[in-house]
């Protein structure tokens, strides 16, 4: 499973790090990744680190977010800086893993934390 934490409420401008942490069975973790869902029917991707530590960033985020992971504690951060108000979202962690048994989960999914961002 995936835990995450750090959101709260932040003025414009300031900075948030969230955190997300994998536990249970798990082999291997592939990638890791941030989204985020605001109002409405869609969730999308924020930005997503690869093993080997590759990054994939938004264009809305690019610049201002920074991803990165530690593989010893199955960990995701997301440093947010520079935030706005569009910013405003629950953030959601995604892995892609391989468990114990070898069976690959590659929409494990955490419970979400909020950020919001006043203007």
């Known amino acids: 499973q995936l835990q995450a934490f750090g959101g709260g409420l932040v003025q414009a401008g300031g900075s948030l790090r969230l955190s997300c942490v994998a536990s249970?069975?798990?082999?291997?973790?592939?990638?890791m990744g941030w989204y985020r869902q605001a109002p409405g029917p869609e969730r999308e991707l924020v930005a997503s680190?690869?093993?080997?530590?590759?990054?994939n960033y938004a264009d809305s985020v690019k610049g201002r977010f920074t991803i990165s992971r530690d593989n010893a504690k199955n960990t995701v951060y997301l440093q947010m800086s520079s935030l706005k108000p569009e910013d405003t979202a629950v953030y959601y962690c995604?892995?892609?893993?391989?468990?114990?048994?070898?069976?690959?989960?590659?929409?494990?999914w955490g419970q979400g934390t909020l950020v919001t961002v006043s203007s």
């Open positions: 249970g069975s798990i082999f291997v973790i592939n990638s």
């Open positions: 680190i690869a093993s080997d530590g590759r990054a």
């Open positions: 995604n892995a892609d893993l391989y468990t114990a048994a070898r069976v690959r989960a590659p929409y494990v």
